[in-house]
C-alpha cells in the first residue's frame, strides 16, 4: 500500500493517478490548506499583477496557483499590451505547470526545469530563468505560510537571495496558510499500521513528515518504508527514524516507476 501524504486536492489526484497504473495507493494528507489570513494583500497582489508590474510570478506549487491565480489574473498575462511588461510565470516543476495552464495561464508563458533536471526545485528553476533576471526586473513569490507566521510567508528563500543578487527586486505574498490536519480515529488507526506493515509512505514534504511525527508522539519508525521525492525530505526521514528511505525525482512516472521496483 502506498501512502499519498500531499494536501488532500492533490493526494486524491494522486491516488487516481496511481491506482490507474494498478498501484494499491490511499490518500492520508498530511498538510491542511486554508485561505490566507491577509486576503487584502492577495488582492493587492492579483491587482498589480494585472496591471504588469512583475516581470514574473514565480508559484512555488500547485496549491499557490491554485490560490492565487484567478481567471482574471491568469487572463491578464495574456492580455498584457505588446509593449508592457511580458510577465512570466515560473514553476519549479512539471505538475505546479500543468496546474497554472489548467488555471487559463498560457504555456508559452510558463518557465519551469528542464524535463530531465535531476529535481523539480528552485535551483533547477534558477537555471532557466537567472537570464531573465538584472536591475529593474521585479519578481513576485507566491506562497505559502504556518498560522501566526510572516505575513510574507515561510519557505526556502534562496531563490529570492539569487534573484536580488542578479539585481533584481523580490516581493512576496502569501496565497494559502498550511497546518497540521486533523484525523479523525480511523485515519489515526491507519496511520499507526502503516508505520510497521510494510506500506510505503510517499512523502513530498519535509513539514508533512514533521506532522506525521508529531501526531503520533513517540511512534518507532524503524519498521518504516519511505519514498521521497526530493533529497532534502529523504534525509529528514532518515533522521526521523524511518527504517527504509529511497528517493526519486517528483514527476508521477519517476514515482510509479520507483514503487514499481520495490521489492
Same mark, same amino acid.
Given at each position: 500500500?502506498? $501512502? ?26 498530511? $498538510? ?43 487572463? *491578464?498575462?495574456?492580455?498584457? *499590451?505588446?509593449?508592457? $511588461? ?23 508563458? $510558463? ?72 484525523? =479523525? ?53 532518515? =533522521? *526521523? ?9 517528483? *514527476? ?12
Amino acid at each position: 500500500m502506498v $501512502i499519498v501524504t500531499r494536501p488532500e486536492r492533490e493526494a486524491l489526484q494522486w491516488v487516481a493517478s496511481l491506482q490507474a497504473r494498478g498501484i494499491d495507493a490511499l490518500a492520508l494528507p498530511l $498538510i491542511a490548506i486554508t485561505p490566507p489570513a491577509d486576503v487584502q494583500a492577495l488582492e493587492l497582489a492579483r491587482a498589480q499583477v494585472q496591471a504588469g508590474a512583475y516581470s514574473a510570478v514565480m508559484v512555488v506549487s500547485s496549491n499557490a496557483g491554485q490560490h492565487f491565480f484567478d481567471h482574471k489574473t491568469a487572463l *491578464a498575462l495574456t492580455q498584457q *499590451a505588446q509593449d508592457a $511588461i511580458k510577465t512570466r510565470a515560473w514553476s519549479p516543476g512539471p505538475g505546479t505547470a500543468r496546474a497554472l495552464q489548467a488555471l487559463g495561464v498560457e504555456g508559452s508563458r $510558463i518557465d519551469t526545469p528542464a524535463p530531465d533536471a535531476a529535481q523539480f526545485d528552485s535551483e533547477s528553476l534558477w537555471a532557466q530563468v537567472h537570464s531573465q533576471v538584472g536591475p529593474g526586473a521585479r519578481v513576485l513569490i507566491v506562497r505559502g505560510t504556518e498560522a501566526g507566521a510572516t505575513q510574507e510567508g515561510t519557505g526556502r528563500d534562496w531563490l529570492a537571495q539569487q534573484i536580488r543578487a542578479a539585481g533584481g527586486a523580490v516581493d512576496f505574498v502569501v496565497a494559502y496558510t498550511r497546518g497540521a490536519p486533523v484525523w =479523525n480515529a480511523p485515519q489515526q488507526a491507519l496511520a499507526r499500521e502503516a508505520a510497521s506493515d510494510g506500506s510505503l509512505w510517499l512523502l513530498s514534504s519535509s513539514q508533512a513528515l514533521e506532522h506525521l511525527c508529531a501526531a503520533l508522539p513517540g511512534q518507532d519508525w524503524r519498521q518504516a518504508r519511505a519514498l521521497a521525492t526530493h533529497p532534502r525530505i529523504a534525509q529528514a526521514a532518515r =533522521n *526521523a527514524g524511518f527504517g527504509e528511505v529511497r528517493e526519486c525525482r517528483p *514527476a508521477l512516472a519517476d514515482v510509479a516507476a520507483s514503487i514499481e521496483s520495490q521489492p
